[in-house]
């Protein structure tokens, strides 16, 4: 009896051993499983988007473009202002001494009360069309998309919807325009040439209220703070952004209305504006003013006919809002963007027929590469690859991806049609379309090829940035897609 209480109590130490190492052992494994959870979302979510950590670099162009991007546009706007849109002359008067920074500053126009209340009332009625009114126009506009759509999925598994609208408020912006310009005259269509400078000050007020703002929404009440990122350097933060969807109720979203609204609905008003300032000074308006105003209107139009399939794209898809976007779409894009007419207010070029025609024909060949290509894909995905490219079933790479709630996501790479000369020659369009655009305006200064040179540049870097992220979210499957497809935008070239 005795032997067998002792042989009791020696099995009951043993099973207390055993529970106590089984529960370090789960407890450790929990610990384990907890750490590589945070290194698959930290690596997944890396995917999308900005980085998590910053190299010297990257923040040395982040630091250049904050302090010169604004001068940089300054520049380009009082060269024409005061120099004849040339870009040399400033720069010779200021070193051989004929002007003094000061001269140059002091001819230069200050924010005006007018050009603030035609900049405010402008923004509030664009946020009015934006928030107010539903579309209307997918009601009887065949092939149009419009109203409540879904935007792509974000890293934190987020599926946004979207109130597709753009469209319907560049048509009453612009039935608006031309109703005052030929019957109601409560301002000169010349008002904004007539206020360029004022309007400046204006846009850059708004661009750093907004990149400010969206960055404290970001640290104190983000709309989603799994789809935040946090670099710990406050310039590459307020640069390229913590937030990846900000919005403020339900249906603003800042990243679809400031890509699209106080800038790309502008565009064409701007041009228009210069056009009329054109026909004011000149009695006429030139046939180059004439193609900048319609290729550059081709495009503005296609931007918003495919608003919806914009939000699939790398700014809506992957850009975090800041400084960047917010910036740069209220003062970057509506001031350089538009240069062309710009500059022809200032040289009226008539161009001769055959240089006409070519311009004309590279804008639209451009344009249609644009927009089949891009067309292409979008009825690809849309069927999931059971439709045909130029007359055949296309041909694609399966590929996996991860999002940070641990979902495994499938995509196809199609490489046929466009897509299989090369990974991003939709880009390939819109340069050639740019192209048109600076050749429109002759030879004689270097200004209007800014855009051309910018664009060159900008959509090189996209398509790095592009592949890198593409190389981390699909790793081998990235491989094969790159080897069935080795050329970027020129085939056989790049």
Not at 39 to 45: E, R
Not at 231 to 254: A, L, S, V
Not at 363 to 385: A, S
């Amino acid at each position: 009896m005795r032997i067998f209480r002792c042989w009791n109590r020696l099995l009951k130490r043993r099973c207390m051993q055993r529970d106590i190492m089984v529960a370090h052992q789960e407890k450790k494994l929990a610990e384990e499983r907890k750490h590589q959870n945070i290194q698959n979302n930290k690596a997944s979510q890396g995917q999308w988007g900005r980085a998590w950590e910053v190299d010297w670099f990257s923040l040395a162009s982040i630091l250049f473009l904050l302090m010169f991007a604004p001068l940089i546009v300054y520049y380009f706007i009082m060269s024409c202002a005061q120099y004849q849109c040339s870009l040399t002359d400033p720069l010779l008067d200021l070193l051989t001494g004929n002007k003094h920074l000061s001269e140059i500053w002091n001819r230069t126009p200050m924010l005006t009360y007018r050009a603030a209340a035609v900049y405010s009332l402008w923004v509030t009625f664009q946020v009015f069309l934006y928030v107010s009114i539903p579309d209307f126009c997918h009601k009887f506009l065949p092939g149009y998309v419009g109203g409540v759509q879904e935007g792509a999925i974000t890293p934190a598994g987020v599926m946004n919807k979207y109130e597709i609208n753009g469209l319907q408020a560049w048509i009453i912006t612009h039935v608006l325009w031309f109703a005052n310009a030929s019957y109601f005259h409560f301002f000169s269509p010349t008002i904004i040439f007539d206020n360029w400078i004022p309007l400046l000050w204006c846009a850059n007020i708004l661009g750093y209220a907004v990149s400010t703002f969206a960055m404290i929404k970001g640290y104190f009440f983000p709309t989603n703070a799994k789809d935040c990122k946090f670099t710990g350097n406050f310039f590459y933060d307020y640069m390229m952004g913590i937030e990846f969807n900000p919005r403020i109720g339900k249906w603003f979203d800042f990243k679809l209305f400031f890509n699209g609204r106080p800038g790309i609905v502008a565009w064409t008003l701007i041009n228009l504006s210069f056009a009329a300032k054109q026909q004011e000074l000149y009695g006429e308006v030139t046939n180059s003013m004439i193609l900048v105003n319609g290729l550059q209107g081709i495009y503005v139009l296609d931007f918003f006919w495919n608003e919806a399939w914009y939000l699939k794209t790398i700014d809506i898809c992957h850009d975090h809002f800041g400084w960047y976007l917010g910036w740069g779409d209220c003062v970057w894009l509506p001031y350089l963007y538009t240069l062309q007419g710009l500059y022809l207010v200032y040289h009226p070029v008539q161009l001769c027929t055959v240089h006409a025609v070519g311009v004309l024909t590279l804008g639209l060949l451009g344009y249609y590469i644009f927009r089949m290509t891009n067309h292409q894909k979008d009825l690809f995905r849309r069927t999931n690859g059971n439709c045909r490219i130029w007359g055949k079933k296309p041909e694609y790479i399966e590929c996996s991806y991860t999002s940070v709630d641990g979902t495994k996501y499938y995509s196809k790479l199609m490489t046929s049609g466009f897509w299989g000369w090369a990974r991003h020659f939709n880009y390939t369009g819109d340069l050639m379309g740019s192209l048109a655009y600076c050749l429109a305006c002759g030879f004689e200064h270097i200004l209007p090829y800014f855009y051309i040179v910018y664009m060159t540049i900008l959509l090189t870097h996209r398509c790095i940035r592009d592949e890198h992220r593409c190389s981390s979210k699909y790793g081998k499957d990235w491989k094969c897609y790159t080897a069935a497809v080795p050329y970027r935008l020129l085939p056989r070239i790049f």
